[in-house]
């Protein structure tokens, strides 16, 4: 199992970011997938969900700003993450929703500032 995501990078705030996760080894089609980030020194949430069928939620703090995708044919999801907030800074990472631990992959940084 494999999970790898990628797009991360230092942006100014009100910048934008498109992050990919590319998903190997699991049924990926069927599962809700999400992004979670963990910013230092705080517990590790879940920004925004996606169904199999392409429901999407988003946590309040990331509301009209931030869009979830899937490509099922391509195993891949992927965040656009618009008019971003120094406190957006984190790591990234996707997983299923709920996570599964063993799926925990590297993530990927994400800095905002000027």
């Known amino acids: 199992v494999q999970l790898q995501a990628s797009g991360g990078g230092l942006v100014q705030p009100g910048g934008s970011l498109r992050l990919s996760c590319a998903a190997s080894?699991?049924?990926?089609?069927?599962?809700?997938m999400g992004w979670y980030r963990q910013a230092p020194g705080k517990q590790r949430e879940l920004v925004a969900s996606?169904?199999?069928?392409?429901?999407?939620n988003y946590a309040d703090s990331v509301k009209g700003r931030f869009t979830i995708s899937r490509d099922n044919a391509k195993n891949t999801v992927h965040l656009q993450m618009n008019s971003l907030k120094p406190e957006d800074t984190a790591v990234y990472y996707c997983?299923?929703?709920?996570?599964?631990?063993?799926?925990w992959g590297q993530g990927t940084q994400v800095t905002v500032s000027s």
């Open positions: 996606i169904t199999s069928g392409g429901r999407t």
């Open positions: 997983n299923a929703v709920p996570y599964i631990s063993r799926y």
């Open positions: 080894g699991i049924t990926f089609s069927i599962k809700t």
